[in-house]
């Protein structure tokens, strides 16, 4: 038997490739599926099953390619609805895949089709749960992605807690437990770092699991402090219902190579968003007037995702030379299919075309420093978590994820500071503003961190009455 677990850091999402005697289950695979396809070619196995915990809100799976090129069958839990072919699984059905068998468990709660899947071995032993956003190792998965008008979040916590307490905690404490995320998933607030673990580990330091807890308290922690899910979420949830283009054929027609001047015609036709994914401190040198810059060294899909807020808005890329491919699939997997191409040569062909270039002011923290006695206006791009454990003093807190609600914010006629944790958040923020006019934006390089080295007076937050 062979359990892997194939992890996408840039989604903090767990897939699982799983094997015995020659045939194969995956469960919850990313949308670009020729990794599985080979896995199980190497091995001459036949991939049977292709398990859905949920209907994911946070990418495009890879289900119903999977199951177009390998024939596999596509199984879902108990009330999920598609509208292409697939399995519907009741509580407690029992899937043979090769020596051991799956069984799905249904668990709603996250959203009311969620399944959690029990491997059991050759000799009947309960070996691991799938949980996908049921449980993670620290957390449980945020009730508010799929309410309906007859349930409410907290409709959808209670269900959740009979779900962990019902199907989940009975289980033996040895039983490995694969989730679906792990931190920097926007579907549950406190993930840990690991993606494995066991239960048994869960019931002692998860807090939604306490022995103790009763239905109110569960439902009052797991709703507190919930920020909006990104625009996408929904959108995705459709798509993963309802089907999608083939990523081979969103590689096919994104991925086009448009010289200087027709990048700038079709720039200058259409209503299509320029994104950068160079490294930030490339693209604060210099940049294509009015684009925006989202790095692919960072968590780019989510934040594509998170700003760009429909997934149909036409995009033209600038990267690096030969990642258009590795660009065009990362979009693809929130579900941003609508490139019409990329720019031949990158930045440096524009740059040496003699086209008008702009670029970012960035200051080390140290220029910060003299500034901030002389009233300098300064933005906390950080997420309200970060912002409430520590900031500069009288500083307000402006979320990237919400930065369209603190426009109004934003002086135009004077200069003014953003900064990050890091430097990757504050220059997406300032690109985006510097679009839409705010030319007097300062990136702080080096954000938070570097703060923190000098002699800026900062605080600890009691509110975050700016935030959303």
Same mark, same amino acid.
């Given at each position: 038997?062979?359990?892997?677990?194939i992890?996408?850091?840039?989604?903090?999402?767990?897939?699982?490739?799983?094997?015995?005697?020659?045939?194969?289950?995956?469960?919850?695979?990313?949308?670009?599926?020729q990794?599985?396809?080979?896995?199980?070619?190497?091995?001459?196995?036949?991939?049977?099953?292709?398990?859905e915990?949920?209907?994911?809100?946070?990418?495009?799976?890879?289900?119903?390619?999977?199951?177009?090129?390998?024939?596999?069958?596509?199984?879902?839990?108990?009330?999920?609805?598609?509208k292409?072919?697939?399995?519907?699984?009741?509580?407690?059905?029992?899937?043979?895949?090769?020596?051991?068998?799956i069984?799905?468990?249904?668990?709603?709660?996250?959203?009311?089709?969620?399944?959690?899947y029990?491997?059991?071995?050759?000799?009947?032993?309960?070996?691991?749960?799938?949980?996908?956003?049921? +449980?993670?190792?620290?957390d449980?998965?945020?009730?508010?992605?799929?309410?309906?008008?007859?349930?409410?979040?907290e409709?959808?916590?209670?269900?959740?807690?009979?779900?962990?307490?019902?199907?989940?905690?009975?289980?033996? @404490?040895?039983?490995?437990?694969?989730?679906?995320?792990?931190?920097?998933?926007?579907?549950?607030?406190?993930?840990?770092?690991?993606?494995?673990?066991?239960?048994? @580990?869960?019931?002692?330091?998860?807090?939604?699991?306490?022995?103790?807890?009763?239905?109110?308290?569960?439902?009052?922690?797991?709703?507190?402090?919930?920020?909006?899910?990104?625009?996408?979420?929904?959108?995705?949830?459709? +798509?993963?219902?309802?089907?999608?283009k083939?990523? @081979?054929?969103?590689?096919?027609?994104?991925?086009?190579? +448009?010289?200087?001047?027709n990048?700038?015609?079709?720039?200058?036709?259409?209503?299509?968003?320029?994104?950068?994914?160079?490294?930030?401190?490339?693209?604060?040198?210099?940049?294509?007037?009015?684009?925006?810059?989202?790095?692919?060294?960072?968590?780019?899909?989510?934040?594509?995702?998170?700003?760009?807020?429909?997934?149909?808005?036409?995009?033209?890329?600038?990267?690096?030379?030969?990642?258009?491919?590795?660009?065009?699939?990362?979009?693809?997997?929130?579900?941003?299919?609508?490139?019409?191409?990329?720019?031949?040569?990158?930045?440096?062909?524009?740059?040496?075309?003699?086209?008008?270039?702009?670029?970012?002011?960035?200051?080390?923290?140290?220029?910060?420093?003299?500034?901030?006695?002389?009233?300098?206006?300064?933005?906390?791009?950080?997420?309200?978590?970060?912002?409430?454990?520590?900031?500069?003093?009288?500083?307000?807190?402006?979320?990237?994820?919400?930065?369209?609600?603190?426009?109004?914010?934003?002086?135009?006629?004077?200069?003014?500071?953003?900064?990050?944790?890091?430097?990757?958040?504050?220059?997406?923020?300032?690109?985006?503003?510097?679009?839409?006019?705010?030319?007097k934006?300062?990136?702080?390089?080096?954000?938070?961190?570097?703060?923190?080295?000098?002699?800026?007076?900062?605080?600890?937050a009691?509110?975050?009455?700016?935030?959303?």
């Amino acid at each position: 038997m062979v359990i892997e677990q194939i992890y996408t850091g840039c989604l903090a999402q767990g897939a699982y490739y799983i094997e015995s005697n020659g045939e194969v289950a995956i469960i919850d695979p990313l949308r670009e599926v020729q990794d599985y396809i080979e896995r199980a070619e190497k091995n001459k196995a036949k991939i049977r099953y292709i398990f859905e915990t949920h209907f994911h809100a946070d990418f495009v799976s890879g289900h119903l390619t999977l199951s177009k090129k390998t024939g596999g069958i596509i199984v879902f839990g108990p009330n999920a609805k598609t509208k292409f072919d697939s399995h519907t699984a009741f509580d407690g059905e029992v899937f043979k895949v090769g020596d051991i068998t799956i069984t799905a468990i249904h668990t709603p709660g996250h959203t009311m089709e969620s399944t959690t899947y029990l491997l059991k071995d050759k000799n009947g032993k309960d070996i691991a749960i799938f949980t996908g956003d049921t +449980l993670f190792l620290g957390d449980v998965g945020r009730p508010d992605l799929a309410q309906k008008s007859n349930m409410s979040q907290e409709d959808l916590a209670a269900t959740l807690f009979d779900s962990l307490r019902t199907k989940i905690m009975p289980l033996a @404490d040895d039983i490995t437990v694969y989730p679906a995320h792990g931190a920097g998933s926007a579907c549950g607030k406190n993930l840990s770092k690991e993606t494995v673990g066991t239960l048994g @580990d869960q019931k002692q330091h998860n807090y939604a699991l306490r022995q103790d807890m009763t239905k109110e308290e569960f439902i009052k922690e797991v709703t507190d402090g919930l920020l909006p899910p990104p625009a996408y979420f929904p959108l995705n949830v459709a +798509l993963n219902k309802e089907g999608y283009k083939s990523i @081979d054929e969103v590689i096919k027609t994104g991925a086009k190579a +448009l010289s200087v001047n027709n990048f700038e015609l079709v720039a200058n036709e259409t209503d299509a968003v320029i994104i950068d994914v160079r490294h930030q401190f490339e693209f604060v040198k210099g940049f294509i007037p009015q684009s925006i810059f989202i790095g692919l060294g960072g968590t780019f899909a989510p934040w594509v995702g998170s700003l760009i807020k429909d997934i149909h808005q036409p995009i033209l890329l600038v990267v690096p030379d030969n990642m258009e491919k590795e660009t065009i699939t990362r979009l693809s997997r929130v579900g941003f299919d609508n490139v019409l191409g990329y720019l031949s040569g990158g930045f440096e062909a524009w740059k040496t075309s003699g086209k008008e270039i702009d670029t970012l002011p960035s200051v080390p923290a140290n220029v910060l420093e003299q500034q901030i006695d002389k009233d300098a206006f300064v933005f906390d791009v950080r997420r309200p978590g970060e912002y409430e454990a520590e900031h500069i003093e009288n500083v307000p807190s402006t979320p990237l994820d919400f930065l369209n609600d603190h426009i109004s914010e934003f002086p135009t006629n004077k200069d003014f500071y953003v900064h990050c944790a890091g430097g990757y958040r504050s220059v997406i923020a300032a690109s985006i503003l510097k679009a839409r006019g705010y030319s007097k934006v300062i990136d702080v390089a080096g954000g938070y961190g570097a703060i923190k080295k000098t002699n800026i007076k900062r605080t600890q937050a009691t509110a975050c009455s700016n935030s959303k």
